[in-house]
């Protein structure tokens, strides 16, 4: 006879399905295991515990992130950081050049610095699960690569630690044109012990100047933070670099050139230290009226006419290879200096081309006492020292001055 199949026993089929059931819960549980960063002890419970079948599952964390590409996160916003499904307790961003300045406040961490283009960065933060439990999370990403020709360097005179006079500004010169101003100078700050008043002023989209009301008082130190780093400039370009500089100003050195009197007056923190007497510019040649500011000083310095377009078939043509205790006042050329050769006009002529020159000995005693930043208020002729000849910021007055601010 053909076997006849077994009936299954009763209950049989119900074993199947629980154990089938079981099964797959414990699939489903260790999917849940292996997804979380939960580092606290699993606490195991009874196939009847009621409070297993009585306490959902809770919702899992996740990040969200103020940019949707992390493969490309443009740079000239803060970068945010939140969470879903818990509270956002801690978090850290960091790249290898070290972690970003931020904070967690109303559940959303903000950076309080902008990122660096071409850079991989790591989020960590820590939260609490709607169950009371800490998790962290991890995810990465990378800002926006930015080529040199998409970012401006800014150089900034004086340099770090210099000791310089009570006439020299702050001097910011951009490699590539700032076309929101406005924005770049609310990141560019001027601070200075004792405290003195003053502001920015244009000269053009690459260059910017901070001056106080007046000179410099002796002794001030001053810090300069240029906070432009990843700052849009405009025209898809972008701060390269923050800068941070301190220097010191020293002694108030201010000499007083008449060049009708053909006499410089030199001045030591409002002492007359020295009278020299002088000859200025002649005719067609003048020396600039107006105040200058020591630009450079040379020991020793090679002086051409060539420089200023004269050709050498011209008589007034001239070239000096060892001009002595030279100290630059203007862009164009005009000088302080040491001249021997017109000891017979100094004091009663005016016979240079457009240079102040003294005797060896009046030279080198300003000279020594001379650096960058010093002041030299020259009167007595009609043609006028133009503002970007040089540091010529001293010859607008205040309120012109601060007109020249883009915040003003």
């Not at 964390?61 to 945010?80: C, G, M, N």
């Amino acid at each position: 006879m053909p076997a006849r199949a077994l009936a299954p026993l009763p209950g049989t089929h119900l074993l199947r399905r629980r154990t089938s059931a079981a099964a797959a819960l414990l699939v489903l549980t260790g999917t849940l295991v292996a997804c979380s960063t939960d580092d606290s002890a699993t606490h195991e419970e009874g196939p009847g515990d009621p409070a297993t079948s009585a306490t959902p599952a809770p919702e899992p964390v996740r990040l969200t992130t103020s940019f949707a590409d992390p493969t490309a996160v443009p740079i000239d916003a803060p970068v945010t950081v939140g969470t879903s499904g818990g509270t956002l307790d801690d978090v850290r961003v960091a790249s290898a050049a070290g972690v970003v300045d931020g904070s967690v406040a109303g559940g959303r961490w903000t950076a309080s610095t902008l990122l660096e283009p071409g850079t991989d960065y790591t989020i960590t933060a820590s939260a609490t699960r709607s169950d009371g439990r800490s998790v962290e999370r991890t995810r990465t990403f990378s800002t926006v690569d930015l080529s040199l020709d998409e970012q401006t360097f800014a150089a900034v005179a004086p340099l770090d630690g210099e000791t310089v006079g009570v006439g020299m500004p702050v001097v910011v010169t951009f490699d590539l044109p700032v076309s929101d101003r406005a924005l770049f100078e609310e990141h560019m700050q001027v601070s200075s012990t004792p405290s003195q008043r003053g502001s920015w002023y244009w000269l053009s989209d690459r260059e910017a100047h901070w001056r106080p009301t007046s000179y410099w008082k002796p002794g001030t130190e001053v810090s300069v933070d240029l906070d432009i780093n990843s700052l849009p400039a405009g025209n898809g370009i972008y701060g390269q670099e923050a800068r941070s500089i301190d220097f010191t100003i020293g002694d108030a050195v201010v000499s007083k050139v008449d060049v009708r009197t053909h006499t410089m007056r030199t001045f030591i923190n409002g002492e007359l230290a020295r009278t020299m007497p002088i000859s200025a510019g002649k005719a067609g040649w003048e020396t600039r009226s107006g105040t200058k500011v020591i630009i450079e000083t040379f020991r020793r310095k090679r002086m051409s006419a060539a420089t200023l377009g004269v050709d050498e078939s011209d008589p007034e043509f001239y070239d000096l290879s060892n001009v002595q205790y030279a100290l630059r006042v203007t862009y164009s050329g005009e000088f302080l200096h040491a001249a021997p050769w017109s000891a017979g006009s100094q004091g009663s002529a005016n016979v240079s081309h457009g240079c102040v020159g003294m005797s060896l000995a009046d030279a080198a005693w300003l000279y020594e006492r001379t650096r960058r930043g010093d002041v030299v208020e020259v009167v007595g002729s009609e043609r006028r020292m133009t503002l970007e000849n040089g540091y010529g910021d001293w010859n607008l007055s205040p309120a012109d001055w601060k007109s020249g601010s883009a915040l003003s």
